[in-house]
């Protein structure tokens, strides 16, 4: 008979007989399967493809057709869309649905399909404005409860609002909905959106971009709608997306050119999932080995050879990495088609359930590859045993290779000059592929740092000297756990401080134009009679609240001008609108009476709370409107403190803009004055004019990054997982000291205190040299991730409570867990 059938047979039966060790190996081999199978499922399932959102896009439509903003220029191509909105093209005229229907053909048919935003209070939701009972919109919603609307004020909503059939909707401005339907999306469960056939639509004054709100329809055309023809619509001023086009092989078939970070990238999490799996199993295969090694110097004893028991011992790698990536596979496929629309009810998409099959089996192998790995060395030592020794009960000697070491602090070297150089480079792929090459030095430096840290030992107490002591004279099965130790505390440390650091350079990158706790109400286009009706109803609304006026900045022609500004705050370009006001909205925004920067104000010079944007005590500003000519203005400035560190922004005296050629007229309000969490004022200033906005500065959120602790959470189970693997190991080689320690009248507890010892020294060690690995890497990733362009600091943040918890609190909990562990005084065979 073949020797791997037999092989097989033996690691089923060994694996059967030691349950408890098996198991912990297939959690090992298998968790990483599970949770990347589980990912890519969950992301396969969430990525709606074009093709398979055709009905929810178009419905029974041959295509879509919609309205491009005046002035732009638009080139729609199977590679991409082009479009700028200089006006440097020609206007095109506004087309109407006549118009359209010619340029499409004869026998098209179109319908509404108008996208925009429903002002309810001072909440903006999205609106569709169509009819939802025309055939061609057949597939795109599913009405789950009453009836689709039939008349005017009549829509349906989405589920997502949780109103029923027969409540109203208050537009600001209009009369109200009632609700007569509730409908779902197909893939969208979490949409807010209101649909019906005569919606107060609210404009948008926002950058266009293509597909976003406008004025559209659904075209039903005799011959399909092709990229042959999309030019001429494009000229037209029509942005198209249609069903051939989507089905067109050029549309979607585009091989995407190779990105080499993305497969750095992924290569690194190749190796690093491989690398952390093997260093993590192999303590627990070493385990196997131990308690096996009578059987197999027996089957050497009867005539096996080196290779056969080699295969015996890969064996055990090949069934249970088997095991573990073939149920691992099938749990991620689980999770994460289970997963999808859960995930999407809380933002996203859920298509119907997907499984990306060659990532997926790829993951799978890598997974029956790791076990095959963790088993290698193990395999060689058993191969190499002395059959005679083990079966005498004499413990196997341990050879170290005088190279090693070196080949260590080479790749170690190599890789700090690698991560050097990484740093400078965009994108953190390559600093992460610089450290595997630290991690790889550290792996195969470890056994020399075992051996160095063990010769202090003899200054320590009797418990943690044998302890380490053991862990040295067994250096192969206390590297790889250290090993693994250290590779975890690495990864987190560096992920830690990069992430902590990105999240610090945001919290910096936050500003705001006014202080916080500050209440703004801006109002539209509206005449006087309705702002002082407005600002009388806000002073009703804030009895004994002192509101500071605003100005607008109007041309000859009547039409609105914002005075705006860019200036670069933490390295990332800031857009700022110039306040125009008087002294009492000065002190509101400075939070105390300045007489310097009011004495400038005064004079007619503009007060600057940024320093970068003063330039010889100029403040360079655009004048910018969506119906006029935009100017450029260079006025007096001077800088001043603001009332907040985050503040920025500039406040214009009405005198210095009337002088610039501008009317002024007051449309704003400011005050000092934070609103309630139920407050209604929004509503009841809307029920004046629908064309106001309340604004309420909240101030930076300080909020703790989050990924920290669940980073540390993982840590927390492979670092204790794999430091008890590795202390049972040790219990069972530490026998014979066991027993003389008991013979010599050492009390039970001693011997938890000797098995603490070893996972104080196992986990401290790697968690120790992790840290310094991880913090070389975590301070050359906080370059790619917080700046912003040339000439930009990088953000450097260190989290040092999190540090603390993974380098000191998993070893102490780790050598805590270890306490725990049952210890029975062993019987030891002695030859005398």
Known sequence: MSAVPVALRIARRTAWRARGR???????????VLAITAVLTLNATMNVSPREGLVAEFGAADARLMRVPDGTVLRQRPNGTSWSTG???????????????????PGTRLIPFDTGVLQLGGERVEALRT???????????????????????????????????????????????????????????????????????????????????????LADTAAPVSWTGVSALNGAGLYVTSRAMMTDPRSWARAPASDVQNTVGVGTMVIMVVLETVLLAGPAFAVGLRRRRRELAEIAAQGGSAAQLR?????????????????????????????APIVARWGGTSGPPEVPWPPVLAVAALGLLAGIVAALVPAVQAARQNSAAVLAGRAPAVADRPGWPLVGAALVLAGLAATVVARRQPGSAWVLASAVLVLLGLVVLTPWLVRATGRPAARLRLPLRLSVRDAVRHRSR????????????????????????EYMDQRNAYTSARPTGMLAIWAGNIGDPAWSRLRAEAARQLPGVPLAAGYQARDAQGHRY????????????????????DQSLLTLLQGRHDPRAAAALASGKAVVFDAAALRDGKLALRASSTSGPARRLDVPAVLATPADEHQGGALLPRALVEQAGFATAERQLYAMYRPSAGSTLGRDLAKVTPRVTVASEEGYRNVPEPGLWGWL?????????????????????????????????????????????????????????????GTVTGLALTRPMTTHGAGDPATIAIPWPFLLAVVVGLPVLASAAALLTRTRPPLVRRLL
């Open 713 to 773: 959470g993982g840590a927390l189970v492979l670092v204790v997982g794999g430091t008890l693997t590795a202390t049972r190991l040790a219990a069972a080689d530490m026998r014979p000291e066991q027993a003389t320690m008991v013979a010599i009248g050492a009390p039970p507890r001693m011997m938890r205190v000797l098995v603490a010892g070893q996972a104080l020294y196992i986990a401290g060690l790697g968690a120790l040299v992790g840290l310094l690995a």
């Open 131 to 217: 009819d939802l009972r025309d055939p061609l919109t057949k597939g795109m919603w599913t009405l789950s409860e009453g009836r689709l609307p039939a008349a005017a004020r009549e829509a349906v909503v989405t589920s997502a609002f949780g109103l029923r059939p027969g409540d109203q909707l208050r537009p600001s401005g209009a009369a109200p909905l009632t609700v007569v339907g509730v409908v779902e999306h197909p893939f969208r469960p979490s949409l807010r959106q209101v649909v019906g056939p005569d919606l107060p639509l609210a404009s948008v004054e926002e950058f266009w971009s293509p597909g976003e709100h406008g004025t559209g329809w």
């Open 478 to 501: 206390t590297a790889s756990a250290v090993a693994a130790v250290m590779a975890v505390t690495a990864a987190v440390v560096a992920l830690g401080i990069g992430a902590y650091s």
């Open 562 to 581: 914002a005075l705006r500004y860019t200036v670069r705050w933490n390295g990332i370009r800031t857009r700022r609108t110039a306040a125009i006001g």
């Open 87 to 105: 006006g440097d093209g020609a206007t095109a005229p506004g087309r109407s649905a006549a118009e359209v229907g010619a340029l499409l053909g």
């Open 22 to 32: 098996s198991a912990l190996i297939m959690v090992m081999i298998g968790l990483p």
């Open 311 to 339: 295969t015996i011992v890969l064996a055990d790698g090949l069934v249970l990495g088997g095991a573990a990536a073939f149920v691992a596979t099938v749990l991620g496929i689980g999770a994460g088609t289970l997963g």
